[in-house]
């Protein structure tokens, strides 16, 4: 396809460039509404036959998938949505909308479902509510079959794809793996939504920040992404796509030397063991960060686990995967966080609730501790997968101590249940916290008194600090995780940690960042959890520095009032030391 060629900047968010055609999907659709003519009836009423037995199938292989890959409860989901698309009541609306109304099909079928959503909606009962996200993701596949974007998007099943959506979910980017799926492009959101530290993890460039996306992004357009610069290329020139082609390959022969360091030690030039983990979602992330040189898992964020379905998974799906993990990982530690949703990260059931302010809401332990059954459930897979001794167990989003304290009663009573059941299980699993609220940063003596180890999630920590959205591409310049305000409160964490002898780690992104390294080891960090890929360049940070004067650079940039003067000096600080070697 040609078409106009076009520069569009944007955010770089996941490094990395890719070339592809263009396919975009959002959870929204633009329908065209349109009065057709009589004789155009009988030709909607089919192409709505059509996309009904397309859709049919679809659900019906995605049934078979989702049974041989997760689960027969979770398959059996499905069977609504098949439902769904054979109501005669729903069916009939459409067509009369159709053939007496003379609506276009796409504006007939959404008006119709539409409606059914906000009704079920309305009823105050779980059950229903769910059975609105089920019709919400059927009206959804069906409007894709009825709207060109969409047929453009699947045809080209063997083309390098560049995914386009206005805001990207968790969800959607989880299980890309086995997809062409080679970049992506957002109109919102910021460096540390979930789905840019998901892209990241999986090596595929992110641009966000593209105003207006629906409107100058076409579809089936080829693009190159540019993730470093944090632009798109819109129907680029054949001499632009060589040098990006000449470029990927540049970049990766670097990272295969990069790799080769794996098997060299994380240690300081004074010998100080820094021990580099990884930060995965999935057992196929686990397996890459061993491939890296993970010395274990220092945050597993098992909420991804179940983003690409529709409900929490049996205590079975659980243990069975926490176990596999452990084992693959022995005997390095594996940090199983308990869920995290919330936020930006919705299972499919709950994304017909909305929070005004979801960040501030509903999320992470508050969850756990409001539906304790989830929790427990939860915490039984972790026990009873404990048993090789390497499993450790972390709360997320703790604000106060009350909440460790409900949490640990939980926990007992779950330890009792299983003793009770003669159930076999490891008791003795170390308990830690994420601190990623400032008041848990300020109060961290109390906290580091009743738990076993913490690790600071800097992602949000920054977030709730300095009042940004970590999500919204518009007040990205205020994120800053070089503020005063921000290494100030490291110190503070990481002395604590030193003065009450407890384990203190860093598994936010920053953890990753090389720039960072030589401040986190200087406020006493030991411990860096961070997306697999970047574990090569950390080490080889690590390799460069003496912790004395790392000390002395973190102490020194206490003094500073502007986060670019900071950045400035371990900018200049890095530079100096790869001019060194
Ligand atoms: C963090 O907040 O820094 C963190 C590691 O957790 P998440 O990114 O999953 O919120
Ligand atoms: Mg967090």
């Known amino acids: ?138 009206a959804s596949r069906i409007l894709g079959k009825i709207t060109e974007s969409q047929r453009e998007c699947f045809i080209d099943e063997n083309a390098d794809i560049i995914l386009a959506s206005e805001n990207l979910l968790p969800s959607q980017t989880v ?84 790799e080769k360091l794996a098997k060299l030690p994380a240690v300081t030039k004074d010998k100080v063991e820094i021990k580099l983990m990884a930060n995965i979602g999935s057992l196929e992330d686990a397996l890459h960060a061993i491939k890296l040189g993970a010395e274990g898992v220092g945050l597993y964020r098992t909420e991804l686990h179940f983003m690409d379905r529709q409900s929490y998974g049996s205590e079975e799906d659980q243990y069975l995967d926490y ?43 508050r969850i756990s501790l409001r539906d304790p059954d989830i929790f427990k459930t939860q915490l039984r897979a972790i026990f009873r997968a404990a048993t090789l001794g390497n499993i450790k167990l972390m709360l997320p989003m703790i604000s106060s101590v009350e909440e460790i304290l409900a949490a640990q009663k939980l926990i007992r009573a779950t330890l009792k249940e299983l003793k009770k059941a003669g159930i076999e299980h490891n008791p003795k699993v170390p308990l830690g916290m994420m601190i990623e609220i400032p008041s848990a940063a300020i109060n961290i003596h109390s906290f580091l008194k009743i738990v ?7 992602n949000d920590l920054v977030q709730y600090t300095l009042a940004v959205d970590r999500g919204n591409e518009q007040v990205s310049s205020l994120y800053q995780p070089f503020h005063p305000a921000i290494l100030s409160l490291l110190e503070i964490i990481g002395r604590a940690g030193q003065e009450l002898g407890k384990e203190t780690s860093v598994c936010g992104e920053i953890a990753g960042d090389p720039l960072f390294t030589e401040l986190l080891v200087g406020f006493g960090f030991r411990n860096l959890s961070m997306s697999a890929p970047f574990i090569p360049h950390v080490k080889l940070r690590v390799r460069q520095l003496y912790t004395d004067e790392c000390k002395k650079s973190s102490q020194k940039v206490l003094k500073f009032s502007l986060s670019s003067e900071i950045r400035k000096y371990v900018e200049k600080q890095l530079e100096a030391n790869h001019f060194a070697k």
Not at 232 to 239: A, E, G, K, Y
Request: aromatic share 6%; charged share 30%; with cysteine.
């Open 175 to 258: 299980g890309m793996h086995t997809k062409r799926i080679r970049g992506f492009i957002t109109e919102h959101g910021g460096a540390t939504s979930h789905a840019a530290i998901l892209a990241r993890s999986l090596g595929v460039p992110l641009v966000s920040g593209i105003l207006d996306l629906a409107r100058v992004i076409p579809f089936g357009a080829i693009a190159i992404v540019d993730g470093f610069r944090g632009e798109v290329i819109l129907n680029p020139s054949q001499d632009r796509i060589r040098y990006f082609q000449k470029l990927q390959k540049t970049i990766l022969q670097r990272e295969k030397q990069t």
């Open 323 to 365: 176990k596999n993990i452990a084992q693959k990982m022995f005997p390095h530690p594996v940090v199983i966080r308990t869920l995290d949703i919330g936020g930006d990260k919705y299972l499919h059931t709950d994304l017909s609730y909305k929070e005004p302010n979801p960040y501030l809401g509903l999320r992470a332990i």
């Open 452 to 458: 076993d180890f913490v690790s600071v999630g800097t």
């Open 1 to 138: 396809m040609t078409g106009v060629r076009k520069k569009i900047r944007g955010l770089p968010v996941s490094p990395g460039t890719a070339i592809g055609k263009v396919c975009i999907i959002g959870t929204s659709h633009v329908v065209k509404k349109q009065r057709i003519r009589h004789k155009d009836v009988k030709g909607e009423l089919e192409k709505f036959k059509d996309a009904l037995k397309l859709t049919r199938l679809e659900l019906e292989q995605l049934k078979e998938k989702v049974s041989v890959s997760i689960g027969k409860n979770e398959a059996d989901i499905f069977d609504v949505q098949i439902l769904l698309t054979e109501d005669p009541y729903l069916t009939a609306q459409i067509e009369h909308k159709v053939a007496v109304e003379h609506k276009n099909l796409a504006w007939a079928v959404e008006e119709t479902l539409q409606d059914s959503i906000n009704s079920l909606q309305k009823i105050d009962d779980t059950y229903m509510r769910e059975r609105a996200a089920d019709l919400r993701d059927v």
